[in-house]
């Protein structure tokens, strides 16, 4: 099992930044993926952001330029720096942990998530 705690959520104006943190604990060993998404109210949760565990990154066209998704391996963390807010980036942002082939975490029933941060971006 992976556990994933994330932080770092809140309310900014649009034209601000946020960073968030999901830290994984447990099974690492079980994972070579991790990635960010988000669900807006009334909508299908998307992909944000994921990373590899060799570095190699995946972005969503609408937030390409404006978010990075890096990570700490000896801290076993994950952070997304989203600058250049917009009101809608307004979602509950959801880390996800797993393994995969094709570097994108989340998409397999057996993949880990976190409970989710609100972030709200104020026009």
């Known amino acids: 099992q992976v556990q994933l705690a994330e932080s770092g959520g809140g309310l900014v104006q649009a034209g601000g930044s946020l960073r968030l943190s999901c830290a994984a604990s447990g099974s690492i060993f079980s994972i070579n993926a991790m990635g960010w998404y988000r669900q807006a109210p009334g909508k299908q949760r998307d992909l944000v952001a994921a990373i590899t565990n060799g570095g190699s990154t995946t972005y969503a066209d609408s937030v390409k330029g404006r978010f990075t998704i890096s990570r700490d391996n000896a801290k076993n963390t994950v952070y997304l720096q989203m600058n250049s807010l917009k009101p809608e980036d307004t979602a509950v942002y959801y880390c996800?942990?797993?393994?995969?082939?094709?570097?994108?975490?989340?998409?397999?029933?057996?993949?880990?998530w976190g409970q989710g941060t609100q972030v709200t971006v104020s026009s």
């Open positions: 996800t942990a797993g393994f995969t082939a094709a570097g994108i975490p989340g998409t397999n029933k057996y993949d880990y």
